[in-house]
């Protein structure tokens, strides 16, 4: 079946990793305590320090406990969803202050408008929030992408080097796997989404193959047509 929608991962495929590690981290581990302090009591904030006490085992955690657990998942770059719920809630004030711009490489962004304009259907999943994923592309260094999506898809969907997580993706998608191409810098994540019977193309910025999958080293290399 022809390829009719394109998911994509974000670190190390459309954006660089350097800016997720270099500067969103950076800036979350800096800001976050503060934010915390300031707005444990909102409803969406305490929700998610209940949610990391829960992860932690730490049911009786007070908030600088909870701000101390999260440091420490930031400095792991630990997949813990209530993590990537509050970063995106810091960030979210960095973009909209103007700190911050979404760094999306140029050769993504032209591809990118152009599946859309071919009538692809783009979607993106990535181990960040769905939060902060919108803003990477709403607030990104090309100006607002976010028109060009249809959806995003975060760890919520489930791990993404497991299939079944890429099977719940299609389910939401509705289309075939087979019409579906996910794009990633990752062996595991592209393994996991091929044995869920996706297309897939792996990303190389620096050369190199990815084992087992057609890889590219641009996005400008990619022709769905063809995969």
Known sequence: ?????????IEGTTSAVSFVFDVLFPYAAKHLPDFVRQHAAHADVAEQLDAVRRDSNEPNADVERVIEI???WIAE???ATPLKALQGMVWEQGYQAGELKGHVYPDAVEALKRWY???FKLFVYSSGSIQAQKLIFGCSEAGDLSPLFSGYFDTTSGPK???KSYERITQAI???ASQILFLSDIVEELDAARTAGMATCGLAR???ELAGHVTVDSFARIDPSTL
Do not use: C, F, S, Y
């Open 1 to 9: 079946m022809p390829i009719k929608a394109i998911l994509t991962d």
């Open 70 to 72: 999260v440091l420490g």
């Open 77 to 79: 770059d630990r997949k």
């Open 117 to 119: 304009q071919d009538g």
């Open 161 to 163: 080097r497991e299939a």
């Open 174 to 176: 509705d289309l075939d």
């Open 206 to 208: 620096e050369g190199g």
